[in-house]
Each structure stands twice: as C-alpha cells, then as structure tokens.
C-alpha cells in the first residue's frame, strides 16, 4: 500500500460524512431516502393509526404528510431528524391505492431477510417529493419528479410493491419507474417484485392480464408520451416479458424466505402443520408462476418442496 491510499480513503469517508451531515433541505432528491427503521415506526404513529387500518398512501399524503408541511411548504424529509434521512439503497415503486401498511409490512420484510434491516434507506415518493405544487414551489416538486429516473439509476434495486389486485401494473408512473430500472440494471437484478400480499389465484390472474400498452394514467398526455417512449426503447413485448420474468424471480424468492423461516422455527420447535401449511402454500404460488412462464425447473423444484411440506401439514395419505 502506497502512502497515499489512506489519505485518499480518509477524504471518501469524510466527504460521505459530509453528505450525510448537511441539512436535508441542501441535499439533492436522489439523496434522500428514509431509514426502513423510521418508516416502521411512523406507520405506528397516532396521526396514521388514527386514519386506520386501510389507510392509502394517498390518505396518509393528504392528511399527514401534508398537513405537517404546510407551513414550510417543504419535502416531509426536511422536517425529520437527519440520521433517518440518507442515500437509499432501494426505490419504492408503488400504487397510492394501496394500504399503506401492507406497503410498509411488505418492505419491512425484504430489508429484514436480506440486509441491514432499519437501517436500510429506502426513497419514498410522499416523502421525498414536495407536496405542495403551488406558488413558488411548484418549481421544486417538478424538479423532484425529473429527477425519478436519477435515483432508479443510482439506487441498488427497484421495490416494485405489488398490490393484490395488481393496480400497480396498470399505472403509467409505475410501469416508468419499471421501465427506467430495466434501462439502468438490465432485465434481471435491479427489479425485486414483492407479492407477498398476493395470493396464488390473483397472481395467476396478474400474470395473465399484464400488459403493458394497456396502462392508465389520470392524465392522459403523461400516459401517451411514456408509452411512446416505452414502445421507442425496449418495446412493449420486451418490458412485459422483463416484468413476468421478474415475477417469477420473486415468487421464488418468497419461498425461499418462507422454507429457511419454517426450517429455522422447525429446527428450534419441531413440526408445525399451520406454519407447514402456510409455507406450502407460498411455494404452490412460486410453483405455478414458474410454470406459467414455462420455467419448468423452478415449478417442480417449487411443487417439490410444497408436496414435503404438505405431508407435515396434512399427512401422506392426505388427498390433497
């Protein structure tokens, strides 16, 4: 090692430091994701508990996140504490219909499995974005929103939260966020589809029915010009066989998770049939994904691994 290198390594430590201890309101938007850990416990704060369990996203911008900036008319990031605002890792991609604790339960998930857990950064629109598009800072979330496709490039992944109906598909910012990962990462790797909310048969139904020159958008201009620019990159074909793929990557992945949290609780308790069950049943649903896809490796593997698990749930004998 030359002299140098300690030197160089002590400026790159010190410039992240810099980074992370400017003021969030001085930081650029792809900057600022908030700790998993942070965003846990406000989904349990009383403001969101109070507008209840089914609470959207869209519920919790218009009566929590913009009420407590109006104000300052600011980004809901600058009123928190700076040490649970930091680069992100993952980009939140997700529907405002959905409830907004099955999108907080679904992430707390995955950064729990795989990583650092809460003190994973994530990038969350209604965070991130500044909610209020009138006077003077209407400037500033036009701003936030061009620069979308700047924190795709530069985060690790893609969190594409999938809801149970798979609204999510059908939505053109959504689909934009898909297609900017695909541009960035490739195919396969910077996008995670998490269906942990989705049951076997809607799945199927989801898988079926995607496609994407069918998208929506509440205005429609936006839905015609991304789609243009879609059909103009990687075409419509391209992007719907990326998503599918994807699907079955994370299907799998889910019952990967589910038989190493069974085998762990079995290793420690013994057999359970509820849990034996329910893990099955997340391996049916990996099973027939793969199978639609034609990836008949990873269906049998899947149906394999449902079977063994149903004969702790069931018994052997049992018909089904």
């Known amino acids: 090692p030359t002299q140098e290198q300690p030197a160089v390594q002590q400026a790159a430590v010190q410039q992240a430091t810099d980074v992370q201890q400017a003021p969030v309101q001085q930081r650029p938007v792809a900057e600022l994701g908030v700790r998993a850990g942070w965003l846990r416990a406000w989904a349990q704060s009383p403001d969101i508990l109070a507008l209840g369990p089914d609470a959207t996203t869209a519920e919790v911008c218009a009566k929590v996140v913009i009420p407590h900036t109006r104000d300052k008319r600011c980004r809901y990031v600058d009123i928190l504490s700076p040490t649970d605002v930091g680069p992100p890792r993952h980009f939140l991609s997700h529907t405002w219909s959905w409830r907004f604790a ?81 541009k960035a990462k490739g195919n396969e790797g910077g996008l995670e589809i998490l269906a942990k909310e989705v049951d076997e048969g809607s799945i199927m139904g989801i898988f079926r029915a995607l496609d994407v020159a069918k998208a929506q958008a509440t205005v429609d201009a936006d839905r015609v010009r991304i789609l243009a620019d879609i059909e103009a990159d990687v075409g419509f074909v391209t992007l719907n066989e990326s998503i599918k793929t994807n699907l079955v990557i994370s299907a799998v992945w889910e019952a990967q998770q589910a038989c190493n949290r069974y085998r762990d609780y079995e290793e420690a308790h013994g057999h359970d049939k509820a849990r034996a069950a329910k893990t099955a049943k997340t391996c049916d649903k990996a099973s027939h994904v793969a199978s639609a896809a034609g990836v008949w490796e990873q269906a049998h593997k899947m149906a394999t691994l449902s079977y063994a698990l149903k004969c702790v749930a069931y018994g052997a004998q049992h018909p089904d």
């Open 102 to 182: 099955s999108l907080v339960d679904v992430v707390g998930d995955r950064v729990r499995d795989n990583e650092a857990g809460d003190d994973t950064y994530v990038w969350l629109d209604i965070c991130a974005i500044n909610q209020h598009p009138y006077e003077d800072h209407g400037a500033l979330q036009n701003d936030d929103i061009a620069h979308l496709a700047t924190v795709v490039k530069q985060v690790e992944s893609t969190l594409f939260c999938l809801d149970e109906k798979g609204t999510i598909l059908t939505r053109i910012w959504c689909l934009f966020e898909v297609w900017q990962t695909v």
